[in-house]
């Protein structure tokens, strides 16, 4: 059973632009999260969808906007970069709202 | 506002030690309480998971101790390895929900 997929791994982008990273889910899990984990910061949660519907959403800006499909996978978008959003972003995946959730190996996104 | 706080931040201990790692939390409405494991450039993976239920999982050598009363638990890692060195975080999970809270992570070292 593929477990987590996100692509791409790495990102360079420059300050000001837009970024979407992707996220497929394991197969048969309708969740979706979403994190960011910096050193700061450590792992902080972004958003959450289940069957396409946001369901929460932590503490980030607007400029911070996901979306999932039918097929479960999801996608996250970050408008007009900054330098701060230099990350690692995460995407896990659950069957229920009561089982364990799942890792993907993570977005690696740099803003110059 | 810190939901979880995770402690020590790093540990070194020798091959055949058992370190132990602690996590105290502050709100009574979670519901499930893992354990991740992150080696450099991964993502977190599940190492083990308790439910509010039960004091006490063991799987394989990996050991959660959980006070409900104390709002604390704890993970003991027996037998470790020089492979066991990665970064550990708690986390905890609100009832019906996605969502993890995550500790701040601790860096830990098994020597030779």
């Known amino acids: 059973k593929a477990g987590v997929t996100q692509t791409p791994r790495y990102l360079i982008k420059t300050r000001g632009q837009q970024v979407t990273l992707s996220c497929s889910p394991i197969?048969?899990?309708?969740?979706v999260s979403w994190y960011q984990q910096t050193p700061g910061q450590g792992l902080q949660f972004l958003f959450e969808?289940?069957?396409?519907?946001?369901?929460n959403k932590g503490n980030f800006p607007g400029r911070f906007s996901g979306r999932q499909f039918s097929n479960s996978r999801s996608e996250m978008n970050v408008s007009t970069l900054e330098l701060g959003d230099s990350a690692l972003y995460l995407c896990a995946s659950s069957l229920g709202v009561s089982d364990e959730a799942f890792f993907g190996q993570g977005t690696r996104l740099t803003v110059v | 506002q810190q939901q979880v706080k995770q402690s020590p931040q790093s540990l070194i201990v020798q091959k055949g030690g058992i370190p132990i790692i602690n996590c105290a939390y502050e709100n009574t409405a979670f519901d499930y309480f893992p354990w991740y494991q992150q080696f450099p450039g991964k993502g977190p993976a599940l190492l083990i998971a308790?439910?509010?239920?039960?004091s006490e999982k063991k799987e394989g050598r990996f050991t959660i101790s959980f006070n409900k009363s104390a709002k604390q638990f704890s993970l003991h890692i027996m037998d470790s390895q020089p492979g066991d060195s990665a970064t550990y975080f708690c986390a905890v999970k609100p009832d019906s929900s996605y969502k993890l809270i995550f500790g701040s992570g601790t860096r830990l070292l098994v020597r030779p």
């Open positions: 308790i439910r509010p239920d039960v």
């Open positions: 197969s048969g899990h309708r969740s």
């Open positions: 969808y289940f069957s396409e519907t946001q369901r």
